[in-house]
């Protein structure tokens, strides 16, 4: 038999569960550049207890109804040629998707997880697109050693985030999505 201090507790717990679980469908995550980054991120989230909708193709319309974008920046022309698009194209669908999220009123957390290594010509491309619309910056030690990204970023009141790893992108994650009010594990 459940007393009412007991069905208080777990009404509160249902609570916070419900209002964690809402936040699912108010963040959206998604690949500029069609590296496969997008998907480790997925795992460090899901981890958090986040479970973001995901789609690497995402266009503006897919925004409504979302708080949050997190959008994970690395270019791989093997993901580009799986999705059926070239860079241009890419580049393209990155600018209209991160203005329409600016003009939504949407928050933009731009990832970059291949650190110095997944650097080079195609995803500094990727990377020069998506930055300017961050409102917070997480990258891989490594990722910022030739200063691409402060460059990006100058004049603005944006911290940059860094992590050893992609795994341990769960605590800069925390603080993120914490401080825009997601509740996080």
């Known amino acids: 038999m459940i007393n009412r201090k007991m069905f208080t ?3 509160s717990v249902l609570m916070i569960f419900l209002a ?6 108010d963040i959206a995550l998604t690949s500029i ?20 909708d995901t789609d690497n193709l995402l266009r503006t319309e897919g925004l409504e109804g979302k708080k949050i974008l997190i959008a994970v920046v690395g270019g ?9 698009i070239d860079k241009e194209q890419e580049k393209q669908r990155a600018t209209a998707l991160l203005q329409g999220a600016r003009d939504k009123g949407i928050r933009v957390l731009i990832m970059h997880v291949g650190g110095e290594g997944r ?4 995803s ?13 910056l997480i990258l891989v030690k490594g990722a910022n050693e030739d200063g691409l990204f ?7 009141n944006i911290k940059i985030r860094t992590a050893e790893n992609v795994r341990s992108t769960s605590e800069p ?7 825009w009010g997601v509740p996080v594990s």
């Open 173 to 179: 994650l925390k603080e993120v999505l914490s401080g």
């Open 33 to 52: 550049g069609q590296s496969p980054d997008s998907m480790m991120v997925k795992v460090v989230l899901k981890k958090l207890n986040v479970n973001p």
């Open 76 to 84: 791989s022309s093997k993901g580009l040629g799986a999705a059926g």
């Open 9 to 11: 507790g777990l009404l």
């Open 150 to 156: 402060d460059s990006l970023i100058e004049g603005k």
């Open 20 to 25: 964690g679980a809402a936040w699912a469908g």
């Open 119 to 122: 650097r080079g010509k195609l």
């Open 124 to 136: 500094d491309e990727f990377i020069t697109t998506a930055v300017p619309f961050a409102d917070e």
